[in-house]
């Protein structure tokens, strides 16, 4: 008798299928699955989710050179929607234009040119899609900047005081320390960006939830992209500098109102 049961949910790491009782010595053909969760991945219903997933199984187990072997077949589908949604953010969203606004803030101190200090602590402080994303960058940011200027002081932080009175950003504050304290640029950059993507994993481990493996292994498989992110943030003006998640940013508008508030944003 063939027993069919699954696992999962669809916001979490993986759906798992189990097929028992089925005998040994038949084909399996893999393609012709995936081929048919392909067909799915053309949207039924009112929605459109379903056309921006790519689903592929993977046979953990019950299958040995294209046939079964008289074992239960397991397999997997991994949920990637969540490290891409990450992805997006760091490539086309706030982390980008975060690792821009830290370039710039960084290159300012190191020129002593207090001008453009100035114009991109200004710049940072009001270039955020909502009052949502304000409040978390400008918290923050004062908290990182008073706490360093009490522990770990360095001139730099003071020139920033000097030439911006008002809130600080979250990345012009890392930025200007870093300079103040002789950190590389590419070194500063990647440890912020890599911090970023790790804060972001964190909220969705404890939120989804997901198990830390599951985190460390979205943090890993990001690598990549968190060096490209720091390569172009380091080539890009600020007249070229902006977002294109405009969902993420209406996210960060709803979170304003809504009733249980666990993150910022």
């Known amino acids: 008798m063939l027993r ?11 759906l798992v299928a ?3 009782g089925m ?59 969540w490290q891409n949604w990450i992805e997006a953010l760091l490539r086309d969203g706030s982390g980008f234009c975060d690792a821009v606004l830290f370039v710039h803030a960084f290159r300012a101190i190191e020129a002593d040119d207090r001008t453009s200090l100035r114009d991109v602590a200004e710049l940072a ?37 000097a030439v911006w009175d008002g809130p600080v950003a979250y990345p012009v ?5 870093a300079r103040g304290h002789a950190v590389p640029l590419e070194a500063a950059l990647a440890g912020y960006i890599q911090a970023l993507v790790a804060n972001w994993v964190s909220a969705g481990v404890r939120l989804i939830p997901l198990g830390q493996t599951y985190g460390l292994r979205v943090v890993a498989a990001l690598e990549h992209q968190v060096a490209q992110t720091a390569a172009r943030a380091r080539s890009t003006s600020l007249d070229d500098m902006g977002s294109a998640l405009f ?9 304003e109102t809504q009733y249980t508030r666990l993150f910022r944003s």
């Open 4 to 14: 069919f049961s699954t696992a999962g949910e669809s916001h979490g790491e993986a």
């Open 18 to 20: 189990l097929l028992s």
């Open 23 to 81: 005998p040994a010595g038949l084909a399996v053909d893999l393609e012709f699955v995936n081929r048919e969760l392909w067909r799915r991945q053309q949207g039924y219903g009112r929605g459109g989710r379903m056309r921006i997933e790519r689903d592929a199984a993977h046979i953990l187990s019950g299958v040995r050179h294209g046939k079964t072997i008289g074992s239960p077949i397991a397999i997997e589908l991994a949920n990637k929607d």
């Open 125 to 161: 402080a009001a270039l955020v899609s909502s009052k949502e994303r304000q409040l978390e960058t400008v918290t923050q940011g004062n908290a990182f900047v008073d706490a360093t200027r009490k522990t770990w002081p360095c001139a730099a932080l003071e020139t920033l005081k």
């Open 173 to 177: 504050g890392i930025a200007v320390a």
């Open 247 to 255: 969902r993420a940013d209406l996210a960060s508008m709803r979170h």
